[in-house]
């Protein structure tokens, strides 16, 4: 299994999932933890069910999201800097490139301490039990 892992290290409330995946990386050694740029070229060309960590905004609570919640998002970009990962993911479901998507969600945690790293690897660890 692989698990791509999103976020942004210079943006603090954006780094927790590239905080936590060396601990699950220790916890799930079975799995790839894969951090990925949303502006590379993701994902493999033979993935075709995806399963991400990624900082979502507007969460009140780390949870699993399917495709299916977001879809009723319709967003359409008016420029490159509106190409987001929902809009690629939206646009990789429809080409039939990937078969399925599903995000472990962790909300927005503006002062990434110690303890919320610990409750967040301990969260995401239940949730990808789950989905073993």
């Avoid at 900082?55 to 998002?73: A, H, N, P, R, Y």
Wanted: aromatic content about 8%; hydrophobic content about 45%; glycine content about 4%.
């Amino acid at each position: 299994m692989k698990i791509y892992v999103f976020g942004n290290q210079l943006i603090d409330e954006d780094s927790v999932p590239l905080k936590i995946s060396p601990k699950l990386k220790k916890i799930f050694p079975d799995i790839k933890f894969i951090q990925v740029d949303p502006n590379e070229n993701f994902p493999d060309a033979n993935e075709k069910d995806l399963v991400i960590i990624d900082t979502v905004k507007g969460l009140k609570k780390i949870c699993l999201i399917q495709f299916s919640d977001l879809e009723m998002i319709k967003k359409s970009p008016v420029s490159p800097h509106d190409y987001d990962l929902l809009f690629h993911l939206q646009l990789l479901m429809k080409l039939g490139k990937v078969n399925s998507v599903m995000i472990i969600g962790l909300p927005y945690l503006a002062d990434n301490t110690g303890e919320d790293i610990e409750f967040a690897v301990t969260k995401v660890k239940k949730i990808i039990s789950t989905l073993l």
